[in-house]
Every structure is written in structure tokens, then in C-alpha cells.
């Protein structure tokens, strides 16, 4: 017997008739004589039409009556897969994040999970019930309804994993697992039966979009085992991914993946006062905006000056540049170069650590395509470039056969 | 300045450009100097969507589930028009029913209101804020989401107006206030300036559709003054119905109105032993089905045997079968016969206890027009009649003039 936490995302619960395959999901587990805990987000286009509705009443509208409204995407799946269990027979409750409680900062919109309290849940699950429990959301220091964001729902699943000291953490999507690289880019991209967290965090955060990165640190930083499974698939198919500890994968490969990211766009600030302090009064008010700044390159020039090279993802560019055009006195550039025509190309592999070379590789294969290298950055279990947009397939096609990613 | 608790229906914030137009309504009010809270409905439609899903799901779900499912709707809303207030310069705030809170029994999907504390509210309305609190929902002993049942939201605004101490409760609807019967039927209707709340209770009771009972005996016991208003008038226009109490109605109507309800069904028990407790034998099991019988009549015949007539709603007339014919060894009856084909003709008002010949009138009038009557039941303000269903248009015309209530 073990103690599972499955999630399912929006898509999987879309309609009653998805709904109801869920139910029958979480039966089966029940059957095994598991005890189950259900997480799961909205309706696939539910949350959509309610951000809708309170753009249109007010582009700034207050993030505390935006969550009230939002949050009711999961509240009604809830209560629907509880009906939906219960016709089959299985014992099962929803849970409201307020009735948890799942507790959160303040930061209405995006709020970040502070605590759970697992023991009513633990009870119930001991006394063989199956909470259903609404993704995405909690309550706030102010007693109200907070939304942990986009793709909080596998946030919320991963969290409650470790409240109720569950084994495992199953997160169904559309999806089937986590590939060496983009089924749909490169057809002999293997599904990968392990992953390490380090190696997923960096797939997350470069496109892959099967896990939220928020829910990878969690998972991560509480060891909680997580498998990706497809909603699509029968219930015995388990050939997911499973993210692991590194230390549990024991033939490691280099490279684990090759990601890519259209959504970035590169800012090139010219003719910048190389002085100390220079970066600080560039990066600072991004940071104040809200801009995530990723790939940073300097280039000394002759002449005193220097240019600052970054990139953002496309939704936060406006963000950027207006930032930067206040900011222009202060720092003293001479002008802003934007593009959005860019893709961004990540190998990701843990095996790095230990393998010279990879870096290289990257550059020579890239080098052969005839594709040039725009910005370089490299973490301790990743290179990544950003190269013109068009080349995206290309690329990854290429790299993915020079690692030897390539299905026999 | 006065305290004012405006309820807004359905019909009213059906879609955003409606919710504008209530938050005009609302500043409008605040303007004045009033402190103003707000209850309001789900979206039109909105409700019944989510009732449907819960339906198609198990006919017989669980209503604590359903209530999760169902409570969405006010949720939404609240959310929606706080934003909508805020943009037009409106501190507004946005509470559920548990952050109130409204704390009802536990009868799911049918919740009594059982306390609100309006200490919060109280706080908050008098630091010049708007609170927007969602209808029809509450928080049961079980620190689950209830609901009121249908037209749950007249009563908690009802509930809400008496625990803040509001000088009056707004009632906004599609229609512009109680009339003497329904316009559609007599053009010459007339709209109520005042009425008594015993009157409308018996109007609510027998199908004039504007307020819900529950709410109309609530504001009755609390002493609740209750507008009927327009939420399709100009703000200025006040000229709806008000509720009072009897005294404050100088210039009493013998009748106050007509009413008709078209969803009835006779039900005739034949051949039923005329000995005593037989009457229980028989409504007995139709309260345990939680069938409500109105009105009911018993004929002697000269075998021993009797035969009872009584009506219960269409919706309630299956039950009511199965329940007859579940018992039909305990009552010892030869047959059941039933007729949908039937409506309810009341006239009422509180004139009715000084003046007589009031339900003589009715009599003779309907035997005027050759309309043949098949039941008759009495209240101290009301007299009903039973008669077929084609004559329903007819019989209230010609009692709205024999009772002077035509328009001039």
C-alpha cells in the first residue's frame, strides 16, 4: 500500500466525460489499495474566460477580487470529480484551499505556499477517503483567496505530496512524459524513463512546459518523488517519467535533453558608461518591474563605453523597455536595440559536470549548420545560445543527433 | 444618510456591460451619502449550467458537493463588480459567504440561514467601504460551502440588511415592483406603491415570482423595510414596491391583488375508509417525501368510504404518486386519480378581515363567466380556487375588475 497524490491539469478534466475517465483513473489506484489524494486545476478554458472577464472591467484590477473570481475554476472541478468518484462508488470529499488550509503569502495573484496543514486531510486519507483538493489556490494572512498563479495547480500538488508525507506525486497531463526534446521538432525523440530534478528545472524553465518550474524546486527542495503520466493513456501504462534524485539514476547520460524557447526577446543597450555600478543601475529598475533578465552578455568597446546585451521573454519586453526609456538619465546609453526574432537553444545534462567538451560540441555542430551564435550562457548542467528564430528545427535536430539522443 | 443594502438578480449582472450598469447604480446610491452594501446573484445562466453539470454527473449527487459546485456562481460575481465598483472610484471589497460569516444548518442545497455576524460588515461599511457579499450561500456547521436554494439570494440580503441594522433592503429585479396581477395577462394591472408583508407572502406563495417567500417572511419577522425596484430604471426612479407593515398602509384595498399559479396538480385519493387517522395514513408519507400539499379537501359518500382531493405542485406530483402508491395497503384506497390540467385563482388582502362577501364575489364572478370551480380553500387574507387551466386568463381579468382594481 502506498500514499499517492495524482494531479490532473485542465485539459484532462475538459468535459464530464473527461471527468469521469478521471474518476475511473483514481478508482483503479483506489483498487490497488493505495490511499489517493486528488489535486486538479480548472476546467481547460474556465480560467480563461474569468481572467477575461476582469481584464475587460479593468486591466489593473485588484489581484484580491481577481483571485475570488478565478479561483472558482477549481472549485467547481472539485466538487464535480467528487460526484463523479462517488457514482463509482469511492468515498470522496472536495477540499477548498481555504479549507485545508493551504496558507500563502499575501502576494494576491502570484502567491507562494507557506504552509499546509495536513492533518485533517491525513485523517481522511487513513480513514479511506479520497480528498479532492482545488489546485491553484489558498488562503492568504488576510483571511481571503489567494491564486498561486499560472501552473499552480502542479505547485499545489507537490506541496500537498509532502503535507500528507505522501510516496509519490503523479502529475497527468496530455502529455505522455518528458522527452530528450520536442516530439513534434524531432520525430526520434525518446521519452525519458528518469529524470533528475536539477535536469528538469532547467527543461522547465527553457520550454519544455510539461512541469511548472515552481513545482520542480518544490519537489526538489522536499524530495518528493514526481512521475509524469498521460491522462490519455490506460490506467496500467505507468511508463512515465519519474524525477528523481541524481544519486537514483545510475546510467547517466551527458546531455539529458535539448530544449528551445521562442518567447525571448533580446534588448541591446548601446553605449553604456563603462564605469562601476553601471550594471546595477541597468538591471535594478528591471528588476523593480518585474522583468526576469536571463542571458546577460558585456562588450567592452574602445572608446569608454560599453553595450549590455540581454535577453527577457516576449511577454515582459513592453515591461523592459519602458523601465529602460525611464531610466535612460540615470544610466546615460545612448540608445535601446530590441529583437524579437530569436530562439533560444539549451542542452541540459547533469553528465556535463564531469564531461568536457559538451560546450564545444554545441558550438561545431551549430558551426556546421551554418547557424550563428548571437548570445552564449552557461549554468553548471546547461549551454545555451540564442540564434535567429528560423533556425529553431534545425538546431535542435542537429543537436539532438550529436549528443546521440537520437531513437535507434 | 441611511444605511442601504441594494440586492441585485441574475437578469441584472447577465453579462459585464449589466455589471457596469449595477456599479453606476451602486456609486449613485453612495453618492447620496448612504453607506451601501451589496448582494448580489450569480450571472444568469450561470447557475443553471453549473446545476446541469452536477446533474449529468449523478441525479442524485451529494449537496455538499453540488454546493461547492454551485456557490461558484455568487462567487464570481461578488469578484466582478467589486472590480467594476473600484473602477469607478468605489472602495469596494468583495466577501463569501464563510468570510462573513453566514452561518446556516446543514441541510445542503436547501440551508436555513442560521446567524451572520455583521460586526466585519458593520466595521467596513462604516469606514466608507462597499461590501459586495455573494447570495445565496453561507457557511454550515460542517465548515462546508451551503446554499439557500433557489431565490436564496432575496433572503440573504433580507438576512444581511437586518444584521447590519440597515435602515432598508433594495430589492433590484427585471420587473419595476408587485402589481395587482400579472400585466401581461390584465394591461390595466396596477403597481403597488405599498403593500403589507402578510399580502405579499400570499402573493409570493401563489406565483407572482417577485420575491421569494422565505425572504418576504424573514423581512416579516425582522421588521425589514423592502423595496421592489427596477434595475432597469434610472437611478433616480424610485417608484418600485415598498413592504410594510400593515399599520403603515393608511388607505387599505379590501384585495390587494390577484394571483394564479398554473403549475398545480390536483390529486383525488378514491374510495378512501372514512375512519379516523386516515387522514394521516395519507399526507403522512407525502411530508416524509417532503411533498408540499396545499390545498385539500375530504367529501363524505354514503358507503363508508370518502374520497380526499388535494394539490401539490407539478414538480412535486411524482413524488407524490410514488408515495401514494407506496402506502396504498396502509390507506386501503381504491384508486388514484390526478390532473395537471388545473390552476390556482387567489385573490388576497388584508381588507379581506373586516370586509365580508369578499370570497362571495370571486364566486359569483367566476359563475358569471360560466368557469366551474373544483376546490376552494380560505385564509384569514386569502381565498384560492382551483379550476381548469384554459380559464386562468379569463378568471383573473374578470376578478381584477369586479374587485376595482383596474386601472383608471
Redesign the interface.
Known sequence: MARIVMKFGGTSVAD?DR??NVAARVKHQVDQGDQVAVVVSAMAGATNQ?VA??Q???PL??A??????V??GE??T???L???L??LGVDA??W?G??VPLRTDGAHGTARIQSIEGDALIASLEAGQVPVVAGFQGIGPD???TTLGRGGSDTSAVALAAAVHADQCDIYTDVDGVYTTDPRIVPRARKLAKISYEEMLELASVGAKVLQTRSVELAMKQRVRVAVLSSFEAPEDRSGTLLVDEEEIVEKEVVAGIAYARDEAKVTVKHVPDRPGVAAAVFGPLADAHVNVDMIVQNVSDDGTTDMTFTVTGSDLPRAIASLEQSRAAIGYARLITDTDVAKISVVGTGMRSHAGVANTMFRTLADKGINIEVISTSEIKVSVLIKQDYTELAVRALHTAYGLDAA
Request: charged share 20%; hydrophobic share 50%; net charge positive.
Open positions: 464530464l471527468i469521469r474569468l472577464w476582469c475587460a472591467l479593468s484590477h485588484d484580491r477580487e481577481y483571485d475570488a473570481v479561483a472558482t472549485q467547481v472539485v466538487g464535480l467528487a460526484i463523479a462517488q457514482t470529499r472536495s477548498l481555504w479549507q483571511g481571503r483567496v
